[in-house]
Nanobody, 115 residues
């Protein structure tokens, strides 16, 4: 059974950086893409970034130029490098994995951007 475990969240000052990781256990067979989503208090979950098996990426408009998504296929791990963080980036960040037959979610990791 596939499990997604996020790590790397925490408290950071505005302008700072964090790197999130998502480790996927189990088989990567039929995995087509992975991504990060986030949900701020009182708001809907939104796309942060996705990366396909071919390495193509797509970013939410508010993070373009500041965040970078990447994958290490050998380790079944995905990363999100977040730079120039803003208070509005505060949210729970969720790892997402799309398979041909299902979509899996991690439990989330909290990122707080505050002085």
């Amino acid at each position: 059974q596939v499990q997604l475990v996020e790590s790397g969240g925490g408290l950071v000052q505005p302008g700072g950086s964090l790197r999130l990781s998502c480790a996927a256990s189990g088989s990567s067979f039929m995995l087509t893409a992975m991504g990060w989503y986030r949900q701020a208090p009182g708001k809907e979950r939104e796309l942060v970034a996705v990366i396909s098996n071919a390495g193509s990426t797509n970013y939410g408009g508010s993070v373009k130029g500041r965040f970078t998504i990447s994958r290490d296929g050998a380790k079944n791990t995905m990363y999100l490098q977040m730079n120039s963080l803003k208070p509005e980036d505060t949210a729970v960040y969720y790892c997402n994995a799309k398979y041909t037959i299902a979509t899996m979610w991690g439990k989330g990791t909290l990122v707080t951007v505050s002085a």
